[in-house]
């Protein structure tokens, strides 16, 4: 085998261990949230703050979301919001963003930048889950995008110097 193909099969090793990486993050968050009942409430105070720190401090959140691939599976990208507004009117909130990808399993590991920012449009709604016994849980999706849904953003990983990128 030559030199370059084994690079180049490590490269891929290293995209395919990230997504296990990721896709077991995004289980545990999600696991760990169900468990603790977070309220629709709860979430739209997040992104208020969220919000407030983007105007103020220009900060951006790590979040995690899934995307379809075909009919029967999703997979786990990772990327940056800029949390721009946060809109509610009647039982209906939205939350306006720009999102910086930062891992696809198509594209890998990618540097703010290297793709375009895209401005999405996020709603917050309750989801009923009748395999749990009529329970309810948060769910954040993106509008524009129906492939790309469940989002969860982190608040305790936010960074300042993407500003420049969001444009």
């Given at each position: 085998?030559m030199?370059?193909?084994?690079?180049?099969?490590?490269?891929?090793?290293?995209?395919?261990?990230?997504?296990?990486?990721?896709?077991?993050?995004?289980?545990?968050?999600?696991?760990?949230?169900?468990?603790?009942?977070?309220?629709?409430?709860?979430?739209i105070?997040?992104?208020?703050?969220?919000?407030?720190?983007a105007?103020?401090?220009?900060?951006?959140?790590?979040?995690l979301?899934?995307?379809?691939?075909?009919?029967?599976?999703?997979?786990?990208?990772?990327?940056?919001?800029?949390?721009?507004?946060?809109?509610?009117?009647?039982?209906?909130t939205?939350v306006?963003?720009?999102?910086?990808?930062?891992?696809?399993?198509?594209?890998?590991?990618?540097?703010?930048?290297d793709?375009?920012?895209?401005?999405?449009?996020?709603?917050?709604?309750?989801?009923?889950?009748?395999?749990?016994?009529?329970?309810?849980?948060?769910?954040?999706?993106?509008?524009?995008?129906?492939?790309?849904?469940?989002?969860i953003?982190?608040?305790?990983?936010?960074?300042?110097?993407?500003?420049?990128?969001?444009?």
């Amino acid at each position: 085998m030559m030199a370059s193909q084994r690079i180049n099969d490590y490269r891929q090793w290293l995209v395919f261990q990230r997504q296990e990486q990721l896709s077991r993050e995004h289980q545990g968050i999600s696991q760990r949230l169900e468990d603790a009942r977070v309220t629709p409430n709860q979430v739209i105070q997040a992104y208020r703050s969220m919000a407030d720190k983007a105007a103020t401090e220009g900060a951006c959140y790590r979040t995690l979301f899934l995307r379809e691939s075909d009919e029967t599976s999703a997979l786990v990208c990772e990327g940056w919001l800029f949390i721009r507004r946060v809109l509610s009117e009647g039982n209906t909130t939205r939350v306006r963003a720009t999102l910086l990808e930062t891992f696809t399993l198509d594209d890998g590991i990618l540097s703010p930048g290297d793709k375009p920012a895209r401005k999405v449009t996020l709603e917050i709604f309750e989801k009923l889950d009748i395999n749990k016994g009529m329970r309810t849980d948060v769910r954040v999706d993106c509008l524009e995008t129906p492939e790309d849904y469940h989002f969860i953003t982190l608040m305790d990983v936010a960074r300042g110097d993407l500003r420049p990128h969001l444009k």
